[in-house]
């Protein structure tokens, strides 16, 4: 089994940034993040591998960037020009498997609110 503790959220003005962290119990090849507006379906932001490789979703590109320090087993998100529609309860996910069966833990959820 894995922890996750995100921290970071809070309340930011458009066009401002944050930086939300998540501290894994031990070190996973594959993280995450998702958010959840209210109302609205879960939806992967970004993603990266233990060697870096990162991937965003269209709506983030450009101003967000994933990151991690492996020897800290913990993931960043720095998101920078902040929209109101970026205002979500933001989770960080991990994913690993032992080559039969796949797991998932799950973050206890940051909430980030943006303000026009």
């Known amino acids: 089994q894995v922890q996750l503790v995100e921290s970071g959220g809070g309340l930011v003005q458009a066009g401002g940034s944050l930086r939300l962290s998540c501290a894994a119990s031990?070190?996973?090849?594959?993280m995450s993040w998702y958010r959840q507006a209210p109302e609205k379906q879960r939806e992967l932001v970004a993603t990266i591998t233990s060697g870096g490789s990162t991937n965003y979703a269209d709506s983030v590109k450009g101003r967000f960037t994933i990151s991690r320090d492996n020897a800290k087993n913990t993931v960043y998100l720095q998101m920078n020009t902040l929209k109101p529609e970026d205002t979500a309860v933001y989770y960080c996910?991990?994913?690993w498997g032992d080559g039969t069966r796949t797991f998932y833990a799950w973050g206890q959820g940051t909430l980030v609110t943006v303000s026009s």
């Open positions: 031990r070190r996973i090849n594959f």
């Open positions: 996910n991990a994913n």
